[in-house]
Nanobody, 123 residues
Framework: QVQLVDSGGGSVQAGGSLRLSCAASGYTHRTKDMGWFRQVLGKVREEVAEISTGGGSTYYADFVKGRFTISQDNAENTVYLQMNSLKPDDTAMYYC????????????????WGQGTQVTVSS
């Protein structure tokens, strides 16, 4: 069973940067893809980015393309989300997820979630 631990959130001003980390333990054939989601209270959780831990292919939501980068360190079993040029609209709880991606690269079948890490961007 996969367990995920998110970290790295915090408060920054608009234009600033943060790097989120997701440390994973355990592995199943149904958790080969990993991603980051975010959720604002009262709104639907939305996918931000995804990476295939085997091949390294990535997916990004349009609203983060060019600003966020997802990467992995297989030796450390850790996935990162580097967030640059942060905007107040990026304020949300960010969650790491593990599962299987569909043909468009988005996670379709999620088997594990991290506990979440809060990102707050002030203007």
């Amino acid at each position: 069973q996969v367990q995920l631990v998110d970290s790295g959130g915090g408060s920054v001003q608009a234009g600033g940067s943060l790097r989120l980390s997701c440390a994973a333990s355990g592995y199943t054939h149904r958790t080969k893809d990993m991603g980051w989601f975010r959720q604002v209270l009262g709104k639907v959780r939305e996918e931000v980015a995804e990476i295939s831990t085997g091949g390294g292919s990535t997916y990004y939501a349009d609203f983060v393309k060019g600003r966020f980068t997802i990467s992995q360190d297989n030796a450390e079993n850790t996935v990162y989300l580097q967030m640059n040029s942060l905007k107040p609209d990026d304020t949300a709880m960010y969650y790491c997820a593990a599962g299987l991606a569909g043909p468009d690269g988005r996670l379709l079948e999620i088997s594990a979630w991290g506990q979440g890490t809060q990102v707050t961007v002030s203007s």
